[in-house]
């Protein structure tokens, strides 16, 4: 081993024109990823051929409602550790977006749940996926949420911290 980072023999893979691709998320699988693109409020599931180490995209969906008009960008792109559930923010819309997926990875219905704030910039979840703590950049919160597993729905626990430009989420386990 040299330590030294070379180009896979495929380097990229292309997304839609002016999507704005942002972030990227593996699911605990190790098959899938899922990538959220900023420009055009979209989710991508790609499939990863952990062999060649490439990603090819399946499916692409909106992170937005149905009828939204405001103007929005996606940020942030989370797998629920049971790999059960994925989870997206809408600045603008300033909600987390949450789709139920299937065995085989694929994305359901969505759901939304607002993050009492605005400009929700970054999101975490707990190691047991039981708390997501949205940082909305816009009204310098962080607001916590428990996340119910089975129902698939973000509760506002009540607890909200001051954070001027929250941009970031960082949860570090201590010993």
Same mark, same amino acid.
């Not at 899938?32 to 991508?44: F, G, P």
């Not at 990603?55 to 929005?72: C, D, H, K």
């Not at 989370?78 to 300033?94: E, T, Y």
């Not at 009204?139 to 430009?165: E, I, K, M, Q």
């Given at each position: 081993?040299?330590?030294?980072?070379?180009?896979?023999?495929?380097? +990229?893979? !292309?997304? *839609?024109?002016?999507?704005?691709?942002?972030?990227? *998320?593996?699911?605990?699988?190790?098959?899938?990823?899922?990538?959220?693109?900023?420009?055009?409020? +979209?989710?991508?599931?790609?499939?990863?051929?952990? @062999?060649?180490?490439?990603?090819?995209?399946?499916?692409?969906?909106?992170? $937005?409602?149905?009828?939204?008009? @405001?103007?929005?960008? !996606?940020?942030?792109?989370?797998?629920?550790?049971?790999?059960?559930?994925?989870?997206?923010?809408? $600045?603008?819309?300033?909600?987390?977006?949450?789709?139920?997926?299937?065995? *085989?990875?694929?994305?359901?219905?969505?759901?939304?749940?607002?993050?009492?704030?605005?400009?929700? $910039?970054? #999101?975490?979840?707990?190691?047991?996926?039981? #708390?997501?703590?949205? *940082?909305?950049?816009?009204?310098?919160?962080? @607001?916590?949420? $428990?996340?119910?597993?089975?129902?698939?729905?973000?509760?506002?626990?009540?607890?909200?911290?001051?954070?001027?430009? !929250?941009?970031?989420?960082?949860?570090?386990?201590?010993?």
């Amino acid at each position: 081993m040299t330590g030294q980072l070379t180009p896979n023999a495929v380097p +990229t893979m !292309a997304t *839609a024109v002016g999507a704005g691709p942002r972030h990227l *998320a593996f699911h605990p699988n190790g098959t899938i990823a899922c990538l959220i693109d900023e420009t055009d409020s +979209t989710m991508s599931e790609l499939a990863f051929d952990t @062999v060649a180490g490439t990603l090819s995209i399946l499916q692409t969906v909106s992170t $937005r409602p149905a009828g939204a008009t @405001v103007t929005n960008t !996606a940020a942030e792109v989370h797998v629920h550790p049971s790999g059960q559930w994925l989870f997206g923010s809408n $600045r603008g819309d300033d909600d987390i977006v949450i789709y139920p997926l299937d065995p *085989a990875g694929r994305m359901g219905t969505p759901t939304f749940t607002p993050t009492g704030g605005t400009t929700p $910039r970054d #999101f975490a979840l707990d190691a047991t996926g039981s #708390f997501l703590y949205a *940082a909305n950049e816009g009204s310098g919160t962080v @607001v916590t949420f $428990r996340f119910d597993v089975t129902t698939g729905v973000l509760t506002p626990t009540g607890s909200s911290v001051s954070a001027s430009s !929250a941009s970031f989420i960082g949860l570090v386990p201590l010993p």
